[in-house]
């Protein structure tokens, strides 16, 4: 018989925080029993059927009461994270803390993992990869063995990247009919996919005038010439049986906006066969965010990596 997890859920109110939510809900094995948010304290938890009664606790308590919780996600903005895992810590040292930001990212002692690229189990603390990240590393890794010189990605997102508050980013009027470049150099998630993957990555992202969904197109220099055959061939054995990535001749974020699976290809190569442009797309609350923090925890908790994710 399989252990049954109760969770904590920080920050519930955002979109990848609801996200998070509904699966929760769908999964057998985990239980939401205490959620906090500072802008919908006292408030129903919505899509959450196991429970219809469980209402938002205040986020700024002092001490959280933890005592029967077995695993903390946070769900927090970037540089909010830190403080409320000392207190988690504090409160017990064998909770699993999975934090969605980018406050543990770059830190050794935290188990940084896409789980079809790093294949060892998920530890006890587990910092969950940024979208526009996971999507540049599921292009560029394959190919790690082949690339000469920089990587270039140009990334476009739905507006929900800049979160719920309203912000330049997710200003509807300056939305409107628009794309907005930001972070042309130095971007949080180009440092990461530094880090994790490839150290010559170089990233610019943009908003667009939909809702969810990354789209990501990489300029790729070669140590040798590959045909599109190989290269489909090569990211087909790398990914082999893995359900939630797959191959297209032209991904397209409306593949992918809903969806847990990321699909990758549109493969082109120039003349000399070693200068590639291809495409990644995921949708940036799911794959990119609440659908990896899941395969992550099942991952802890010795679960298969896609219990309680529905199949696209």
């Not at 205490?34 to 006292?42: I, T």
């Not at 200003?171 to 998630?189: A, Q, R, T």
């Not at 291809?278 to 925890?297: C, E, F, P, R, W």
Request: glycine fraction near 6%; include cysteine; charge should be neutral.
């Amino acid at each position: 018989m399989m252990t049954k997890y109760n969770i904590a859920l920080f920050g519930g109110r955002g979109y990848v925080g609801k996200e998070i939510i509904k699966l929760l809900d769908k999964h057998p094995f985990f239980d939401l029993k205490k959620a906090y948010s500072s802008s919908a304290y006292d408030k129903y938890v919505e899509n959450y059927s196991k429970n219809t009664d469980l209402r938002f606790s205040k986020l700024d308590n002092a001490d959280f009461e933890l005592d029967s919780i077995d695993i903390a996600i946070l769900a927090l903005p970037n540089n909010k994270s830190i403080e409320y895992v000392q207190k988690i810590k504090k409160a017990s040292s064998k909770i699993i803390i999975l934090d969605l930001s980018s406050d543990h990212r770059f830190e050794d002692d935290w188990n940084y993992r896409i789980p079809e690229i790093q294949k060892t189990s998920a530890g006890q603390y587990i910092s969950n990869p940024g979208c526009y990240a996971t999507a540049i590393q599921l292009i560029v890794t394959p190919l790690k063995p082949y690339i000469n010189g920089k990587v270039s990605a140009f990334g476009i997102s739905g507006y929900s990247g800049a979160g719920a508050t309203l912000n330049d980013k997710n200003d509807p009027e300056k939305l409107k009919n628009n794309v907005i470049p930001y972070s042309p150099s130095g971007h949080i998630h180009e440092l990461e996919a530094r880090k994790h993957c490839y150290e010559n990555i170089y990233f610019s992202p943009h908003v667009g005038n939909f809702f969810q969904g990354i789209h990501i197109t990489a300029h790729i220099q070669l140590n040798e010439s590959f045909s599109k055959e190989e290269l489909y061939n090569l990211y087909k054995k790398y990914y082999e049986n893995m359900p939630l990535i797959r191959l297209n001749d032209m991904p397209m974020i409306q593949e992918v906006a809903g969806k847990h699976h990321a699909s990758l290809g549109g493969f082109s190569l120039d003349s000399s066969n070693k200068n590639l442009t291809m495409y990644s797309v995921i949708d940036n609350l799911l794959k990119g965010a609440a659908t990896q923090a899941i395969q992550n925890l099942n991952s802890a908790c010795g679960f298969d990596e896609l219990l309680g994710v529905t199949n696209d």
